[in-house]
């Protein structure tokens, strides 16, 4: 299939080009300053900037699935979660329709509903709700957190895991059920393939665990970690004093999502993949 990838640079995105391309598929990458170590057809483009039908149209054609990976975890003067999440994917859906692209896979993320609380779910549920109105074939992915040895989330908290005296925030209970990127694009070819479509579906590790138990897992030397409670009320002091610096960890938005259980069921996804010809995960 022609497949056109935005967010192509990003570690979902290079990962799945190397996947697709493995499975014979032509790929078309949207990426804005990176550079891709892939023999592919790519457009260098401001997402930010692409907000018209007409802005999306010449990339879309003799394209059949559309798979769009953006996604900012802060927002600046420049990049806002409304026209990142919101108005630029919106653009490209209804040219999509115009173009006759078959399918849309938007890669969203868990929390992404009706709970919202913070702008990054918010505006990503608004772009999720007008794909599910539009007359093409869909699919919504809402993943936990998805780690590998390239991401740089994982390589962040694998970095604090090995710290002498490791802080945690609010207590570090919050339930996570993270994903391993290899998983994550199995699910995505497997919406490629599928027959079924119009489904929004939670990729999810098997199990819940703790932040804390987290931590002790990706520590290296598997030695008993100590902990470092820092309350929550501290650290969102701590984000609004040093908000000027832009530190996108330290958001006050993603200490809010860091407060929440980012949990959901799995036994959908196991039954979507079965379904699919693929083997339980």
Known sequence: MNILITGASGFIGQNLIKSLLESNHSITACIHKSELPFDIK??????????KITDWLPLLIGIDVVINCVGI???????????????????????CEKTYVKRIIQVSALGTDDSALVGFHKSKKLADDFLRSCSLEWFILRPSLVYGEEGKSYNFFKLLSNLPLIPLMGGGEQLIQPITINRMVAVINKCIESKQANKTID?????????????????????????????????????????????QLLSKDNLTMLEQNNVSDVLPLHEFMRINNGEDL
């Open 42 to 51: 790519i457009y260098k483009i401001d997402f930010a900037q692409m907000l």
């Open 73 to 95: 975890i802060a927002q600046n003067k420049k990049y806002s979660f409304e026209v990142m999440h919101h108005l630029a994917p919106v653009a490209l859906f209804k040219a």
């Open 203 to 247: 990729v999810v590790g098997d199990k819940a665990i703790s932040y804390k138990e987290w931590m002790q897992q990706l520590r290296a030397k598997k030695s008993l970690a100590r902990f470092i409670n820092i309350p929550m009320k501290l650290m969102k002091f701590l984000a609004w004093l040093l908000s000027p610096l832009n530190l």
